[in-house]
């Protein structure tokens, strides 16, 4: 989706950006990500959002295998930083948002806020070609992303747009069957922190061929 705003490097994004901890959920650049936002502190950072004219939120997991001694969730280090690049107001109070991936983060500090959502102090330096569309596409082996695929709607019975599919650039591809995959948060982590497009792809494929081999082997006739 084409932005009102032009973020060319790190250095166009500030250095403190509101934090939505959301398990499960995988934001990438240039990918949608739809929010129902209903909670009151959530609320407020839309609205924060809005108001303060970067209308970032930042997308982050919270890591549950390492706990924090507060009633906070740990956070993981890495993020993804999203525009509000749509909105709608319910008539119920809550707020339909669609964020738009700009680059990947790394937590610095979480910082001691007066307001109910989280804070942080990130850096986007580490991640320099997340701002280029399309860096590193031609490394990826698309026909081993579309094997995946073919064999993960066979075995759930699902129909694709594959005229869609065909037509969409590698980056577009690869980043959206992650946002959509349903694996848990370690492996969207580990997705969202690849090294790399192509580096992705491949975790995604391996993700896929493991479901894949799980769904096999429960259909084998066990041996007596």
């Known amino acids: 989706m084409p932005m009102n705003a032009v973020y060319r490097g790190p250095v166009d994004l500030p250095e403190v950006i509101p934090v939505f901890p959301l398990p499960g959920a995988l934001l990438l650049p240039r990918g949608q990500m739809p929010l129902n936002i209903f909670e009151p502190r959530y609320l407020a950072m839309v609205d924060d959002a809005l108001r303060d004219g970067h209308r970032l939120i930042g997308m982050i997991q919270p890591?549950?295998?390492?706990?924090?001694?507060?009633?906070?969730?740990?956070?993981?280090?890495?993020?993804?930083?999203?525009?509000?690049?749509?909105?709608?107001?319910?008539?119920?109070?809550?707020?339909?948002?669609?964020?738009?991936?700009?680059?990947?983060?790394?937590?610095?500090?979480?910082?001691?806020?007066?307001?109910?959502?989280?804070?942080?102090?990130?850096?986007?330096?580490?991640?320099?070609?997340?701002?280029?569309?399309?860096?590193g596409e031609d490394a990826v082996d698309r026909d081993a992303l579309l094997r995946a695929l073919r064999g993960f709607l066979k075995v759930n019975n699902l129909k694709a747009d594959w005229d869609g599919i065909e037509n969409a650039p590698n980056e577009a591809l690869v980043n959206a069957l992650a946002m959509m995959s349903p694996y848990g948060p370690p492996e969207k982590q580990a997705m969202l922190e690849a090294m790399d497009l192509k580096s992705r792809a491949e975790i995604l494929v391996a993700l896929t061929e493991i479901e894949l081999a799980k769904n096999s082997n429960s259909g084998e006739t066990p041996l007596q």
């Open 63 to 135: 890591d549950t295998a390492h706990p924090k001694p507060d009633d906070k969730p740990q956070l993981y280090k890495i993020g993804c930083a999203g525009r509000i690049t749509q909105l709608a107001e319910s008539g119920d109070g809550r707020y339909l948002l669609e964020l738009t991936g700009v680059a990947r983060f790394r937590v610095e500090q979480e910082l001691k806020v007066s307001t109910d959502y989280r804070q942080c102090r990130v850096t986007f330096a580490p991640f320099a070609d997340d701002f280029v569309a399309r860096k």
